[in-house]
């Protein structure tokens, strides 16, 4: 017994005299390091997947898909809620409170890889992946504040360092954390001669030429964005989309998914709740102009017979309360039934459109631009059917036959947005209503209730902070997210 009890405390006394660093090995989770000793590298891969999965796809986009009509709002639920105008769904700050964590989530990784990158971190001088990381920072952000007004940036996603981070105003987040971080990133690609990021980079594989292309892409777009404010910006978007294609923009999609076991975020959606159909606004507008991406767009999902412009019938009409109570009895875009389809982070046919609506308001030749932005959201929707619908792929020649102008650019562009693009045409909207247009032409007789506007203006701020968040709290109360405008489309908030 005592050779035992001799041999224990020995035992004992070895350990105790261990150093320190032997005892923090021991104490380490080494299937789980901690965040600091991580390479960036390894973070990219969620920060690409994350912000398109959950930012740039996700509740956003599905309600602004309702609030500009391209999709109706069916199955009883919060769709139906969102069809139907209710004030509880629309307004309410646990409606968005997944995306709005999410999108902080990103913001507070994409935070961490930018440290690591800079001087004095774990990985100072891979400037491609700081330039990627700055990229995605600015669409994080761009996305929270065209939504949601003045939001918390510059203390925001900097963990315990700021519990209750401040709310800064978009016009400095704008200038700060969007376009000032794009050309950041932009510059910092620009000066990258070592691929790091490799295959952590699921978009590129780390060619640094195509994220260089997206930064400018994004530029473009939300320069565009500032336009009611700045009436001479046009031709710096002009300039940045233009640049973007000289380094040999050509859309940008996320095809992650294969429907099997990894699904496309609308068609999971789609699948579990039926929870959207397409609207007669879209019908309508496809067949005053014979375009026959309506036989996708309006289609009989339940039992594969296509449709085509005689079945409009067979549609949401924006705003019945019958429809919307509906659930597997209304077309849908064909495309909701594959799992496999791409997320696009920012289509060809959005840039053509940008630099068409850009040249039309300078009195410049937009012709071209339009007709290949047209062509390419053709491809688009064919490639995202995958044989569902029996869809003629014919954009080259749909576009011939229109009349370019201002009101069919905003039409065509709306048009094209129909899949995966529904944030965008809310920016859209707002925008061209705050210059005083009228191109879109809404059709849903709720978002005018007893004389009072029930079309939402911008989306509350997320459940978690107005309960967490004093400042928060309060800008949550101040706001009436149906008459305050945000700051670029007209108001000060």
Not at 28 to 49: E, H, M, Y
Not at 406 to 434: F, H, P, T, V, W
């Amino acid at each position: 017994m005592k050779k035992h009890i001799t041999i224990a405390l020995l035992s004992l006394l070895t350990i105790t005299s261990c150093g320190d660093g032997v005892m923090d090995y021991l104490n380490r989770d080494t299937s789980n390091p901690a965040v600091d000793v991580v390479p960036a590298k390894f973070s990219i891969t969620d920060a690409i997947v994350s912000t398109a999965f959950t930012t740039i796809s996700g509740s956003y986009c599905w309600y602004s898909s309702c609030f500009t009509e391209q999709e109706f709002g069916t199955g009883n639920n919060q769709f139906r809620n969102a069809e139907v105008r209710l004030r509880s769904e629309v307004a309410a700050a646990t409606t968005y409170n997944n995306e709005w964590n999410g999108t902080y989530g990103n913001i507070a990784n994409l935070r961490t890889i930018i440290e690591k990158t800079s001087e004095g971190g774990l990985n100072e001088g891979q400037v491609d992946i700081l330039g990627i990381a700055q990229i995605l920072f600015a669409v994080n952000f761009g996305i929270l504040t065209d939504l949601h007004g003045d939001i918390p940036c510059s203390e925001a996603g900097w963990g315990s360092k700021f519990l209750n981070p401040k709310i800064d105003t978009q016009e400095s987040i704008y200038n700060d954390a969007v376009l000032g971080m794009l050309d950041q990133g932009i510059a910092n690609l620009k000066s990258a001669t070592t691929n790091y990021v490799g295959t952590q980079d699921i978009l590129f594989k780390g060619t640094a030429k195509n994220w260089i292309a997206l930064g400018y892409a994004f530029k473009a777009r939300y320069l565009l964005h500032t336009y009611y404010q700045n009436r001479n910006v046009l031709s710096d978007v002009i300039t940045a989309a233009n640049n973007a294609i000289e380094a040999g923009f050509d859309g940008v999609e996320l095809s992650f998914f294969n429907g099997v076991d990894q699904d496309n975020p609308w068609s999971a959606f789609w699948w579990s709740r039926y929870y959207t159909g397409s609207t007669s606004t879209v019908v309508d507008l496809m067949n005053a102009r014979n375009d026959n991406r309506v036989v996708a767009y309006n289609f009989e999902i339940f039992d594969g017979t296509q449709y085509g412009p005689t079945a409009a019938k067979r549609c949401g009409v924006p705003g019945n309360e019958v429809d919307a109570a509906m659930t597997n009895s209304l077309n849908a875009p064909a495309w909701l039934d594959n799992g496999g389809q791409t997320i696009n982070i920012f289509s060809k046919s959005e840039l053509y459109f940008i630099l068409a609506e850009a040249k039309m308001r300078t009195s410049g030749d937009a012709t071209e631009d339009f007709k290949t932005a047209v062509t390419a959201a053709f491809d688009d929707i064919d490639a995202a059917n995958d044989g569902i619908a029996d869809f003629d792929n014919n954009g080259a020649d749909y576009a011939a036959g229109l009349t370019v102008s201002l009101e069919e650019i905003m039409i065509q562009k709306y048009l094209s947005q129909i899949r995966d693009g529904q944030i965008e045409a809310y920016n859209d909207i707002r925008r061209c209503k705050a210059l005083g247009e009228n191109w879109i032409k809404l059709q849903n007789p709720l978002n005018t209730q007893n004389g009072v506007n029930y079309w939402p203006e911008r989306y509350p701020y997320g459940n978690s902070s107005v309960i967490s968040n004093p400042i928060i709290e309060a800008a949550f109360k101040s706001i009436d997210i149906y008459t305050d405008k945000i700051w670029l489309f007209g108001g000060s908030k």
